[in-house]
Nanobody, 124 residues
């Protein structure tokens, strides 16, 4: 079992930046696929980015490519999402997800473990 706790959300103005943090406990996530998803009110949960290990290239949704950076810290058993040039459409609850399976997926149903989420609000 892996427990995930997100933090770092908040309210920012358009163009601003935030760094989200996901702390894992209960098991090492070194070999886990780690993803960030987001869900805005009234919308389906959307995949944002994933990384399979600290030494492999991450993948991003087209909507965040070039603005968001996902990183994995094996020493601290955590994953982060650096977000810049934030826009109102980035407003959502952001979730960290993990799965021990080899490989990664953009499908939320793939992931076994989820955090409780952290709210990001972008408004003027």
């Amino acid at each position: 079992q892996v427990q995930l706790v997100e933090s770092g959300g908040g309210s920012v103005q358009p163009g601003g930046s935030l760094r989200l943090y996901c702390a894992a406990s209960g098991h090492s996530i070194k070999s886990h696929c780690m993803s960030w998803f987001r869900q805005a009110p009234g919308k389906e949960r959307e995949w944002v980015a994933y990384i399979s290990s600290a030494y492999t290239a991450p993948y991003y949704a087209r909507s965040v490519q070039g603005r968001f950076t996902i990183s994995k810290d094996d020493a601290n058993n955590s994953v982060a999402l650096e977000m810049s040039s934030l826009q109102p459409e980035d407003t959502a609850m952001y979730y960290c997800a993990a799965d021990p399976s080899e490989g990664c997926s953009r499908q939320s149903s793939y992931y076994s473990f989820w955090g409780q989420g952290t709210q990001v609000t972008v408004s003027a």
